[in-house]
Each structure stands twice: as structure tokens, then as C-alpha cells.
């Protein structure tokens, strides 16, 4: 039997799509302190895609890891037209579809504490 903790395999997974994701295993600074705010950033970067996977994905794509989460709704390419009125976000839908894109928005929307009322 070989030496070394044994590793249960969501973990293991976690710990890839981690590395994969927000590259939290390039510490290149010289410097221990400095690597170790970089390396906490990175952790905090991963748990926060995790969250918003869990609380705002509908079902359909929750199975996606963060680095498709990254590529199809974070690094696209759009447009902002802003018209008398409204802001409208142009964008190609070879990433997601409108809908997807809107239910998406619509969740992270639910996500914001009420406004308190004044007085």
C-alpha cells in the first residue's frame, strides 16, 4: 500500500476543478506573505463561483464547472447600447441562450437585500 492520505474523490475533484479554475497553484511572487494573500484571494474567487453555481444556476447547467462557468458567462464579448431610456446588453448567443442569460440575472437580482424604507 503506498504512503500518503487517502483523499475521498469529491475532494480530489474539488481540488482539480479548483487548480483548473482560478489557477491557484501559480504563486509567483517571492515572497511567503505575499503568496499566501494570493493564495487566500484564489480561495476566496473559487468559493464564490461555488456559491453562485449553487444559488442563482438553474438546474440544467449547475453541473457546469467553473471554468465553463468562466468562459460562457464571464470572458463573452458584448455591447452596451444605452437608448433614451434603457440599457440594452448585446451579445452573441453562441455562449448561452437569452433566456439562460436572463433567468440568470433574474436569480442574482433575488439575491440583493431589500432597500430599507426611509424614515
Known amino acids: 500500500m503506498a504512503q500518503g492520505r487517502i483523499v475521498p474523490p469529491r475532494r480530489v475533484y474539488r481540488d482539480q476543478e479548483g487548480k483548473n ?3 491557484w497553484t501559480r504563486l509567483s511572487c517571492h515572497d511567503f506573505v505575499d503568496n499566501q494573500v494570493r493564495l487566500q484571494l484564489f480561495v476566496l474567487a473559487y468559493n464564490l463561483g ?10 440544467a447547467v449547475r453541473h457546469w464547472t467553473l471554468t465553463t462557468l468562466r468562459e460562457k458567462l ?4 458584448a455591447k452596451v447600447v444605452r437608448h433614451a431610456r434603457q440599457v440594452i446588453f448585446q451579445m452573441a448567443e453562441v455562449a448561452v441562450s437569452r433566456e439562460l442569460f436572463r433567468t ?6 433575488w439575491l440583493r ?3 430599507p424604507l426611509p424614515g
Open 21 to 23: 479554475a482560478v489557477n
Open 50 to 59: 461555488n456559491f453562485l453555481r449553487q444559488a442563482v444556476l438553474p438546474r
Open 74 to 77: 464571464i470572458k463573452i464579448g
Open 104 to 109: 440568470i440575472l433574474e436569480r442574482i437580482e
Open 113 to 115: 437585500l431589500p432597500m
